[in-house]
């Protein structure tokens, strides 16, 4: 990259890291962003009463699980590219493409809902926003200042994301309090089983409670990961099943709504019940100042995640490339230009398609966590899940159950439409292995694997013991040529020396 290239390396080695309360806040918004959106799951369970028991039972046999899971794999592997590396290391790289592929896809289409809903909470005080005049113009203008913000630094957006982490729950706080007085217990136990829809319900939770892993891809760039990362997932764990049951609670304690007026946006309502029109409108701006908040961090994670992978040989080298903040200016890009386009989606169209995706997702993750216990015990782990893997196979029994429950309600066009971006991954890859072997762009095939905040110098004694294996290995990122196996296993031994490295 000659000089520019190096002085954008080591500005982004130099650029501030992310520290443990910005990274809870990171990833309480990959996660959830607040209780907007949960309305939903009073209404698809008929009453009160299982979204209670939803918001109770999934975080014990979904988040937790995924959320330990999530904290060993990503102290073991501590670089940018988060659940790529780790499928990578234990299935190969064809299916870490895969993986990064379609946890990409689906990052940016999640992402293009949030300057939407955005509008779609500020129409309800500002009708001018449902007029195309309007909303297409404001809809490019949120999406190009958000960009711009993650471009000038995650550390800037980690202290964004507590700012409006903060504000965003003062006002479910403010009413939880309000409505101690009306608080009929009686009320949570009402449920009409005739009115309940289950494909609805089901989705709802799942939504609402995953992307656990999303924040393991900006792992590069936190400080300290082996003791951060696992803190900062216990305190996003508390945080995001408090910011769904105390508004649940205090709101269907209080009021007799029918389970059928409760939609996405219906808590202003409960808010103006409760507590006045100044209750309302602080939560309305709550939810929009949320929907950046969800934005900010959707980018973040998909942006960083292009960027180990092309430091990993699995895309064009331009991905890596850093601005002088340290941050991927290209992946920024090609993230955002990915919104503007799919913008004009819905949150009903998308919903039951990004679940398909990030569950099949999911289910190679639990089954690399296996395979990486039974094939390296001998791997560095950081934090290890206190568990032996029978017992860790136990552990990922209950959520890969619920994936699959998931994937099998979900809709005809779901499938074909999951169908179409898998057929499209297994085609991009071997046309990049193509454009790679012609020189159509240049690859980093150098340090295949290894993060990317580690210094050539750290790992010329992994290299050059070992210079054919390297070579192997650098070409078998990209290729499905017999040498597969063999640089497979020559990648797994260089990140292995990058871990002893790294924590000596």
Request: hydrophobic residues 50%.
């Amino acid at each position: 990259m000659g000089e520019e290239g190096s002085d954008a390396e080591n500005k982004a080695k130099t650029s501030p890291k992310l520290t443990l309360l910005p990274l809870i806040a990171l990833i309480f918004y990959d996660v959830s962003g607040g209780p907007f959106g949960v309305e939903d799951s009073v209404r698809a369970g008929g009453g009160p009463l299982l979204s209670l028991l939803g918001f109770l039972i999934f975080p014990l046999i979904w988040s937790i699980p995924e959320a330990l899971v999530t904290a060993e794999l990503a102290t073991s592997f501590p670089g940018n590219g988060g659940y790529v590396i780790w499928i990578s290391s234990a299935f190969g790289p064809f299916w870490g493409f895969q993986e990064g592929f379609w946890k990409w896809f689906s990052g940016v289409m999640d992402n293009a809902l949030y300057p939407v809903l955005f509008l779609d909470y500020l129409k309800h005080s500002f009708p001018i926003f449902n007029q195309s005049i309007a909303r297409i113009p404001a809809l490019l203008g949120i999406t190009v200042s958000l960009t711009y913000l993650n471009y000038r630094g995650l550390h800037i957006v980690g202290f964004s994301a507590v700012s409006l982490a903060v504000f965003s729950l003062c006002p479910f706080v403010v009413m939880g309090l309000l409505s101690i007085p009306r608080i009929r217990p009686k009320q949570w136990l009402v449920v009409d089983f005739k009115k309940v829809d289950w494909r609805g319900y089901f989705n709802c939770m799942f939504w609402n409670l995953n992307y656990w892993d999303k924040a393991s891809t900006l792992a590069g760039e936190v400080e300290n990961p082996s003791k951060t990362f696992p803190k900062a997932l216990f305190g996003a764990v508390i945080l995001v099943v408090s910011s769904y049951l105390i508004p649940l609670l205090a709101s269907t304690g209080a009021l007799k709504s029918p389970s059928s007026q409760w939609s996405d946006g219906y808590f202003a309502e409960v808010g103006m019940l409760i507590g006045g029109v100044w209750l309302k409108w602080w939560i309305q701006a709550a939810a929009a100042m949320s929907n950046l908040g969800l934005f900010e961090a959707e980018m973040s994670g998909d942006a960083f995640q292009l960027l180990g992978m092309s430091d990993m040989g699995m895309l064009p080298s331009i991905f890596a490339s850093r601005s002088k903040y340290g941050t991927p200016t290209f992946s920024i890009l090609c993230s955002a230009t990915g919104v503007i386009f799919l913008s004009w989606m819905s949150f009903q169209e998308i919903l039951e398609f990004l679940n398909f995706l990030y569950a099949i997702g999911m289910l190679l993750e639990f089954a690399a966590f296996i395979k990486l216990r039974i094939k390296k015990p001998e791997l560095h782990r950081p934090y290890k899940v206190p568990l032996q893997t029978f017992g860790a196979a136990l552990l990922c029994l209950p959520p890969a159950l619920l994936l699959v429950l998931v994937m099998c309600l979900a809709s005809m066009r779901t499938f074909l439409v999951s169908g179409v971006v898998i057929l499209l991954g297994f085609l991009l890859y071997p046309t990049l292995v193509l454009a790679k072997d012609r020189k159509w762009a240049k690859f980093d095939t150098e340090e295949p694997g290894l993060p990317s905040n580690t210094s050539r110098e750290e790992n010329s004694v992994f290299l050059h013991p070992h210079q054919q294996v390297a070579d192997e290995a650098s070409v078998s990122l990209l290729s499905d040529s017999p040498s597969t196996e063999l640089g497979q296993e020559s990648c797994e031994v260089l990140v292995e020396g990058v871990l002893k490295s790294e924590s000596e």
